[in-house]
């Protein structure tokens, strides 16, 4: 059994003016990563430059980092960045600048590679990155994951290194800036990788306790995701949703994700669907095809997020995220792209042939006939 987790994180209000001593240990040049808007909007940005004026660090800012990064939007910024000649890299915002600036990180660090080495087995170090996250989702800030899109692929898939962040800064005052859709998507992703954690086929007992105990957080979440206030949710709300989405971080930093996440690429690049929804999408029937192997395990999972039966689970998930249209040739083809993932099919515990895969579809979505 091994546990790993190499990240420096704190989570606390005011984490980044708190730990600046921790920040500008990281490196003497920056080169920050960040989306278009949204971390100039929830102060993360300027608490982050505050720390770098203050100690006269020289940054350049590249905040052009769009939703599913693509492999091309991060071999442009990495271009950047190394004319810059910075030595380390801050993410900024969601899990897209998060992954973005891992990704950054490596090519930076191998002036001789280009963006073709993301997905070839080599040995590469990267530069040091510290993420400051602000949605509560993706838990990258202690994954050593980096997701891209790979637009000549058509889909999305993660780069083949481990880049864990040196140093995570985790505060759950920018949350007060998101939407209540944007809280419920990312809230549900984090669920998504309680779950698949959980049910993994390489689950052991260290990873069990972060799922375990994230499910038993996120359940008491819902009557506030739940809620029909278009405010955002209090600051402890928020705070806790910030942990559960490290702590899914955790557990999927030590077993990877599952179906879930696999199916969801698809329906992410095709149809434009936010990330947590698309994973949100097929956890109850993911649940139903667990429970007909194991029906002690899903009911165990049941009850840690508080819900008595798998219906009562199907029917919360589906008030929070809605639904999504496809066609019966989509189904076809998704269910044909997954079967050809042999490295995800083998992350669950049983063997699932294309009948099973194409099931959790049709139960997860609406098919409409041609
Ligand atoms: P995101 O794609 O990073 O951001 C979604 C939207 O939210 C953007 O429009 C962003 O605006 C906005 N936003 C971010 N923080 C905000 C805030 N505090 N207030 C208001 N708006 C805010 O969303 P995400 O769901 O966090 O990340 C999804 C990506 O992470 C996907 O590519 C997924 O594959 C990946 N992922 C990675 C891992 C991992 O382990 N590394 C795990 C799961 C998923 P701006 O663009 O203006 O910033
Ligand atoms: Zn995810």
Same mark, same amino acid.
């Given at each position: 059994m091994r546990f790993f987790t190499p990240t420096d994180v704190y989570l606390e209000e005011n984490c980044v003016a708190n730990h600046k001593k921790e920040l500008l240990a990281c490196g003497s040049k920056a080169f920050i990563v960040t989306g278009k808007n949204s971390s100039r909007i929830n102060g993360s940005l300027s608490d982050v430059t505050s720390v770098l004026d203050e100690a006269d660090v020289p940054y350049r800012i590249f905040n052009d980092i769009e939703e599913n990064p693509s492999v091309e939007t991060v071999a442009k910024a990495a271009a950047i960045g190394k004319e810059f000649q910075a030595d380390f890299v801050i993410g900024i915002g969601g899990g897209s600048p998060l992954d973005a600036a891992k990704a950054i990180a490596l090519l930076m660090a191998n *002036?001789?590679? /280009?963006?073709?080495? &993301? +997905?070839? *087995?080599k040995d590469l170090k990267n530069l040091p990155v510290v993420a400051v996250p602000t $949605?509560? #989702? $993706? #838990?990258s800030e202690v994954t050593p994951n980096a997701v891209l899109t790979r637009h000549a692929q058509k889909t999305k898939k993660s780069i083949s290194y481990r880049i864990f962040p040196e140093l995570a800064l985790v505060d759950? %005052? +920018?949350?007060? &800036? @998101?939407s209540r859709k944007l809280l419920i998507h990312t809230a549900v992703d984090a669920l998504a990788h309680c779950l698949e954690s959980r049910l !993994? %086929? /390489?689950?052991n007992c260290y990873n069990r306790m972060f799922s375990e105990y994230g499910l038993r957080l996120w359940g008491e979440t819902v009557p506030a995701l739940l809620s029909d206030e278009q405010a955002s949710p209090d600051a402890k709300t928020c705070e806790k949703l910030m942990l559960i989405s490290t702590v899914a971080g955790m557990a999927i930093a030590q077993t990877g994700t599952s179906l879930p996440h696999a199916l969801s690429y698809e329906i992410t690049y095709n !149809? #434009? $669907? @936010?990330h947590g929804m698309a994973c949100g999408l097929f956890l109850a029937s993911y649940l139903e095809d667990y429970a007909s192997h194991d029906k002690e395990e899903t009911e165990q999972v049941l009850t840690l997020l508080g819900f008595s039966s798998l219906e009562a689970f199907r029917s919360c998930i589906s008030s929070l995220i809605g639904t999504v249209s496809i066609s019966e040739a989509e189904l076809n083809l998704y269910a044909d792209n997954v079967m050809n993932n042999p490295s995800k099919l083998s992350t669950y515990p049983f063997a699932i042939d294309r009948e099973g895969i194409a099931a959790i579809l049709r139960n997860s979505l609406e098919v409409k006939g041609e």
């Open positions: *002036p001789e590679e /280009n963006e073709d080495c &993301f +997905y070839q *087995p $949605t509560c #989702g $993706t #838990g759950g %005052k +920018y949350l007060s &800036f @998101a !993994h %086929k /390489n689950s !149809h #434009g $669907t @936010a």
